[in-house]
């Protein structure tokens, strides 16, 4: 067997040497940026609702808001990541150039949360209204040091599983089956910088002092920076294939030129420049977009040489690769609505922790902290799966674990589960709220604990998801529009975070007409958030059922072969644009 990788090369540019490059210890370098990123971005997110609240004196729907409008951003951008990735800079160069930024980002949000000038004077009073806001200078520096830490963000998540599979051969049976269980560990190992995020940094932060919590992000992903450059000469490089933003128009437009050609009844006749080691073999769906593949009279020149313009002609391969594309749209759209509950978890059911008794013994628990159940929860589910589940399932089925899809529907249908369960639990801590007060600065008699299921169901549901669609989208995109699947994968996030603003808005406006509060508003003891819940869980279970329909859509997609699918020019010289 040869030593040589086909399609990577080492850091001087020759053909990639197995034993010298590539495997488990240049993948594992990688991880440590992933597990600095996490810690960074989970270490603001779970707590910054509390600082919006309790020291900028934010609204509390405001102060969710912001929190996933930052969330939304950092995995919006990872299309930004993906595309400089792929076109310019390649995975290696956008990992070092982001994990830098966001070492910047997490420096000047410490530096921001430690000047007292750049935050309101402090208030004791019972409604937050009462209190002086931070002003538009104050929240600008703010916005400043969030979102640079999400442009980090956005260009380290779309590249470093990429980088990381990139470490393993895929045609060797040995390095495909460790890629396998890559996935799933990079997934548990990233899980440990969040454990880490939601209990040791949101201990500091509440404690010590939150200058201290960022301050030591910042530090950690300097140092994870560092570690990562110093595998230089060990890792495995992929060259970039150029845009695939560009390839998709090319072929789109194409189609649209010949939208009136009609197509040859023997797939052969259409373009195809590739060999048959590299080609993607013709489908039947989306027949609209193989008319890019006609060649017709203007694809001769004046003298009837063959001219290809890949703006107007390319090869099956190319239109199959788009094809691809399309495909995980449906699969991508049904999976938007977990991330808005996950969006729950660190917003609306932190602000719920506050209210309520979290001591043990002489110990309180920081609110941010209870996300912990919820970290807890993907790691014991992970470790349950790759230890018993897959095993048992490889013995009795012959397969080793259950596929992208199937993971895909637990996470969805356990995320609607949790919804629910946090609509009781809501219930239940309403009641008390009525009781014995209606504001926030009053502990209520209610354990704490009652969260526990809502934070455990969803976060078990997300280790399901998580990995299920990190496998699906890179297993089932094209070799060259890799790392823009993972970004698309992570867009994913990104929208349901966003929507989780956009229901939060629409909702506040819909029920608080009229100089009421509503469901969601200044204060959840006045509010009505186990309806909210509810509407969550509804459409989470409508989503689910749509997701299955979709799942059975994408399973059904036939292939057709042909013969070999080629093109007799009349010039031997082609000149290849495309």
């Not at 919006?76 to 290696?92: H, I, P, V, W």
């Not at 195809?272 to 593949?293: G, M, N």
């Not at 976060?459 to 990190?470: C, D, H, R």
């Not at 006045?526 to 309806?531: A, E, F, N, T």
Request: hydrophobic share 45%; glycine share 8%.
């Amino acid at each position: 067997m040869s030593s040589i990788v086909a399609d990577a090369v080492d850091y001087k540019g020759f053909p990639a040497d197995k034993s010298r490059t590539g495997g488990w210890i240049p993948a594992a370098l990688s991880l440590g940026i992933e597990i600095c990123e996490r810690l960074s971005t989970m270490g603001i997110a779970v707590n910054l609702v509390t600082y919006l609240g309790g020291t900028m004196h934010l609204p509390s729907a405001t102060s969710a808001n912001v929190v996933t409008d930052f969330m939304g951003t950092s995995f919006l951008l990872c299309l930004l990541g993906g595309f400089l990735a792929d076109s310019y800079l390649g995975r290696y160069k956008t990992i070092a150039i982001f994990a830098s930024v966001q070492t910047l980002g997490t420096c000047l949000l410490a530096v921001s949360t430690k000047l007292p000038q750049l935050r309101p004077p402090p208030c004791q009073a019972s409604e937050v209204s009462q209190c002086k806001q931070a002003s538009n200078f104050q929240m600008g520096i703010l916005y400043l040091s969030l979102y640079l830490i999400a442009l980090g963000t956005g260009g380290l998540k779309s590249s470093v599983s990429g980088f990381g599979t990139d470490q393993f051969d895929e045609k060797d049976e040995k390095e495909k089956a460790q890629m396998a269980h890559f996935f799933h560990r990079f997934f548990f190992i990233i899980s440990i910088g969040t454990l880490m995020a939601v209990t040791v940094l949101v201990y500091i932060q509440d404690e010590i002092g939150r200058s201290w919590g960022y301050g030591i992000c910042s530090a950690a992903m300097f140092v994870a920076l560092v570690v990562f450059l110093s595998g230089t000469k060990r890792y495995r490089y992929k060259k970039c294939l150029g845009s695939p933003i560009v390839q998709i128009c090319q072929v789109v437009a194409a189609a649209i030129e010949k939208k009136k050609v009609k197509l040859p009844s023997d797939i052969s006749l259409l373009y195809e420049d590739l060999p048959e080691a590299l080609r993607i073999h013709h489908t039947d769906q989306f027949r609209l977009l193989d008319k890019a593949s006609v060649v017709t009279e203007d694809d001769y020149g004046d003298n009837e040489s063959f001219r290809i313009n890949p703006w107007k002609l390319c090869s099956v391969t190319r239109v199959e690769e788009v094809k691809k594309m399309i495909r995980l749209l449906p699969i991508w759209a049904t999976t938007i609505i977990f991330w808005t509950t996950y969006a729950q978890m660190i917003t609306f059911s932190v602000e719920q922790a506050t209210t309520m008794e979290r001591t043990i013994g002489h110990f309180q628990i920081p609110a941010g902290s209870l996300t912990v159940f919820f970290v807890g929860a993907i790691l014991i589910t992970l470790a349950i799966y790759d230890r018993l589940v897959m095993p048992l399932w490889k013995k009795w089925k012959g397969k080793p674990g259950f596929t992208n899809l199937q993971r895909i529907a637990i996470g969805l249908f356990l995320s609607a589960m949790g919804m629910a369960a946090a609509a009781v639990a809501e219930v239940k801590r309403l009641s008390v709220a009525k009781q014995f007060s209606e504001t926030t600065t009053t502990t209520l008699p209610i354990t704490v604990f009652i969260l526990i299921p809502q934070f455990f169901l969803v976060g078990s549901g997300e280790a399901f998801i998580y990995t299920g669609q990190l496998d699906f989208f890179i297993t089932q995109s094209p070799e060259g529009m890799k790392t823009m699947s993972t970004g698309l994968f992570l867009t994913t996030l990104s929208l349901g975070f966003f929507f989780s603003s956009l229901l939060v808005s629409i909702v506040k406006a819909v029920t608080g007409s009229s100089g009421k509060q509503g469901w969601v508003g200044e204060n959840i003891n006045k509010g009505r958030l186990d309806c909210f819940y509810g509407l969550l869980a509804a459409l989470s279970f409508i989503n689910f059922g749509l997701f299955l329909l979709c799942a059975v859509w994408f399973r059904k997609k036939t292939v057709k072969r042909a013969p070999e699918v080629e093109i007799i020019v009349k010039e031997p010289a082609i000149e290849e644009k495309c």
